[in-house]
């Protein structure tokens, strides 16, 4: 590094710390900064350089000599920052909060050393400082699996749970980014024929304040303070390798399995939270332009988001972050797409969508949005732009209380199973505008879901208050734990009958991950703060047949082009004289009006005729498929259409895809789902 106490005069881009060989440039916006100053950490100490430059609010300079492994952080002076003694407060009167006696996290941080701690906030020799990296790496011709939106099955997993209980993982990598791209887990991702792995956040975040007073963690990681920075608590760190090499190494095993890896991203809030939060990073550099404040309350924040505070993507240097952040995921990081928490709050009054969608980055990647928050005019569901999927929760509560409560009917199931057309089927969007989840990460696991009428969040620290308490759930007769045969073989119907009911619908299935080996979080549905045995997958005591079954489903869905359509659904004739799409009467006719709104019929079936806009060309597109639907306490018979029909599933059986041939009728079991092929 060089010696001299100045640094020249470097250029306002890019944004963040770019090492170019010879030394490094920094870049730092700041509206309202009056002075900003470069703190390097090095084995002689810690060294305070001035940023003299300023162009266009963007603060600049370069430190000659300085490469990877720098460790640095800024101070932000402002017109209105407190002197030392903590007297002249009053700038956050003025939306300002700078106070330049604090160490300050770069937005554009691309590693994050330290680890902060609420017990020590206020010593500045627990800072969090940002690493100067090198992003050089050795891909090997790595190339993006680019599935199809209309074939893609979404795998929703946490990157510790997945792989911290598996004995085929070696002990040292369990719970990491490289525990996740062993061959034990892409074995199991390759067996269920999942074509991406949807990652809950692996953003740099910090554990809440009230979760640290009570020995607890942020296991899911919704608290991002660093947008560019891969999570250190999921390296492993094996040979030295530094956590973006690991991060990298990752997705480039995943591709060449196949997997796409699509990531959790939180730009709607971060980990600073409300005004009794900590400035680490944002609120000390500009506070007035990264966050929403109430007009005329400028020392409070708008919080649309529920977690204290909610970012400005109306501001132009606030959008490109984002911006900037997205492109990074996808251009160094070869990311495959993203699900956007909270995303509603990214598009009020922003020019987000527009950005996104003029990207030549980001045109080609998946684009899934979670479409509300709790501001005002908070609900999305279908209003986001071609091009965009959207988390589709009506497609969550209508199946769950058609199947457990039956308090949604055959009418309401059947626009689930047809893609959601009335929500999504507007400005020229496809059936995969619709992201279809029976459960998720936030609420009931699978088995829960059929196992607990109530929630039970007590290990939580919140008297359970927290979590959702209305869940279209059913315990199936006893709550909890059970050995009652009946109410677990109740409980086994439903769990395939949901599963089935996913994967036969048209859009794009998204499945939980442990779903498939029948995990339990006992009762937990906001396990948000459990990072223990009760969220990791519990490979020991995995259900195989469950994992058999639910690789039948896509196997089916993957060999079956009409169950994934790119089109709508009509009813309408094709070139072979049937409707695209026949709902049919287990008396053994199509569904009439009455049939429809009939609150008590449970019984329904769906014939799909041949889809021959597939561009496959195996025998399978030449097939008609009829799905066959009872939710009822007792058996029933279904008359068929015409033709000799094969059963190539029923959800109820012991051997679920043992081939039967049906002609006039077939039984479909109590709570289950049969389908059936005809060439």
Not at 4 to 10: Q, S, T, V
Not at 66 to 71: D, K, Y
Not at 455 to 479: I, M, Q, T
């Amino acid at each position: 590094m060089s010696d001299r106490a100045d640094l020249e005069a470097g250029r306002p881009w890019p944004l963040g710390a770019s090492w170019d060989g010879h030394g490094v440039n920094f870049a730092l916006f700041s509206a309202h900064a009056a002075r900003v100053e470069l703190c390097v950490f090095d084995a002689d100490g810690m060294r305070t350089l001035p940023l003299r430059e300023c162009s266009d609010e963007i603060w600049h300079g370069y430190l000659a000599g300085a490469g990877p492994g720098l460790r640095y952080a800024y101070r932000v002076h402002g017109p209105e920052a407190p002197d030392p003694n903590g007297h002249g407060h009053h700038g956050h009167r003025q939306g300002h909060r700078f106070d330049s006696r604090r160490f300050l996290l770069d937005p554009y941080a691309r590693e994050v050393a330290g680890r902060f701690s609420w017990r020590t906030q206020s010593d500045q020799g627990n800072c969090l400082t940002a690493c100067v990296v090198d992003e050089a790496f050795d891909w090997e011709g790595d190339v993006p699996p680019a599935t199809a939106l209309a074939d893609t099955v979404l795998y929703e997993a946490h990157v510790k749970g997945c792989s911290r209980q598996h004995p085929g993982v070696p002990e040292v990598l369990r719970g990491t980014y490289a525990g996740l791209a062993t061959p034990a887990m892409i074995e199991h991702f390759q067996r269920l024929g999942v074509t991406a792995i949807n990652l809950l956040p692996v953003c740099h975040f910090l554990d809440e304040k009230h979760l640290a007073n009570k020995g607890l963690v942020n296991y899911w990681g919704y608290n991002s303070l660093a947008f560019f920075a891969p999570e250190p608590r999921y390296a492993a760190r094996i040979g030295g390798q530094s956590v973006i090499a690991e991060f990298k190494t990752m997705v480039r095993s995943l591709h060449t399995a196949g997997l796409e890896v699509i990531l959790d991203v939180v730009f709607n809030h971060t980990a600073e939270t409300d005004e009794a939060g900590p400035t680490l990073s944002f609120r000390g550099i500009d506070n007035l332009s990264y966050y929403l404040l109430p007009p005329g309350h400028l020392n409070h924040y708008e919080n649309f988001t529920g977690c204290g505070n909610t970012l400005n993507l109306a501001h132009p240097r606030v959008l490109q972050m984002v911006m900037d952040a997205l492109r990074y995921w996808v251009g160094i990081m070869h990311v495959d797409g993203f699900r956007f928490d909270l995303a509603a709050t990214l598009t009020r009054d922003s020019a987000f969508l527009a950005a996104v969608r003029q990207d030549p980055l980001l045109q080609r990647v998946k684009l899934i949005a979670e479409p509300w928050d709790i501001g005002p005019d908070g609900y999305r569901l279908g209003r986001f732009l071609p091009g965009w999927s959207e988390w589709n929760d009506r497609f969550r509560d209508d199946v769950r209380a058609f199947w457990l409560t039956h308090q949604a009917g055959v009418g309401q199931l059947a626009q689930r199973l047809a893609g959601s057309r009335e929500v999504f089927g507007v400005n020229g969007r496809a059936p995969q505008a619709g992201t279809n989840f029976i459960t998720a990460h936030d609420g009931f696991t699978l088995r829960d879901l059929v196992s607990y009428q109530k929630k039970h969040n007590e290990l939580n620290g919140e008297d359970n208050r927290d979590g959702h308490g209305h869940n279209h759930s059913s315990n199936c007769g006893e709550e909890g734990v059970s050995t009652d045969p009946a109410v677990l073989e109740r409980r086994r119907r439903l769990q395939r009958a949901l599963l089935a009911t996913l994967m036969l619908s048209q859009g794009v299935p998204m499945l939980q991950s442990g779903d498939e080996i029948g995990r339990t979080q006992a009762g937990n549905n906001n396990a948000y703060c459990q990072d223990n045995a009760m969220t990791w997958l519990d490979w020991k005591n995995a259900d195989a047949e469950l994992t058999d079954f639910v690789a039948g489903l896509i196997g089916l869905r993957r060999r079956f082009p009409q169950l994934r359509q790119r089109r709508w659904l009509t009813g309408e004739m094709t070139v072979e004289g049937q409707p695209d799409v026949l709902w049919w009467h287990p008396a053994g006719r199509p569904m009439d009006y009455a049939d429809w709104e009939s609150k008590k019929l449970g019984t329904f079936g769906l014939q799909l005729a041949p889809d021959r806009t597939d561009l496959g060309h195996s025998q399978d597109r030449e097939t008609f498929l009829l799905c066959l639907i009872n939710r009822d306490d007792n058996q029933t018979s279904f008359l068929l259409p015409a033709g000799v029909w094969q059963q190539i599933c029923d959800s109820s059986a012991q051997a679920p895809f043992a081939p039967h041939t049906r002609t006039i009728s077939t039984p479909v079991a109590a709570r289950s789902v049969q389908i059936l092929s005809r060439s």
